[in-house]
């Protein structure tokens, strides 16, 4: 089971890029129960937590992107979305979608971003 990311692609410093990522059919009936968050890699660097939303729409954010990045999370879409705005060169990343219910851990593919100073 593979979340469906997309949105990635090139900008220039200070503008902004949406990511989505989408629930598989297999895994849409319990979205709402699902944690969800986005995790970046960058080149020669481990992965790290980008933004988190609970299945309760708590949400947390690295110190990084405070104020910046903003998640959310539709129901009906079955979609959790990161709202990066005033990107920065160090945001170029590889962003991985994740969800998480209990042990369970799924991924999506990656979709790279490239910020442009």
């Known amino acids: 089971v593979q979340l469906q990311a997309s949105g990635g692609g090139l900008a220039q410093a200070g503008r902004s890029l949406r990511l989505s990522c989408k629930a598989p059919?297999?895994?849409?009936?319990?979205?709402?129960?699902?944690?969800m968050a986005w995790y970046r890699q960058a080149p020669g660097k481990q992965r790290e937590l980008v933004a988190a939303?609970?299945?309760?729409?708590?949400?947390t954010y690295a110190d990084s992107v405070k104020g910046r990045f903003t998640i959310s999370r539709d129901s009906s879409q079955k979609t959790v979305r990161l709202q990066m705005n005033d990107l920065k060169p160090d945001d170029t990343a590889v962003y991985y979608c994740n969800a998480q219910r209990g042990l369970t851990t799924y991924w999506g593919q990656g979709t790279l971003v490239t910020v442009s100073s």
């Open positions: 939303v609970t299945a309760s729409r708590t949400t």
């Open positions: 059919r297999t895994i849409t009936s319990v979205f709402n129960v699902l944690d």
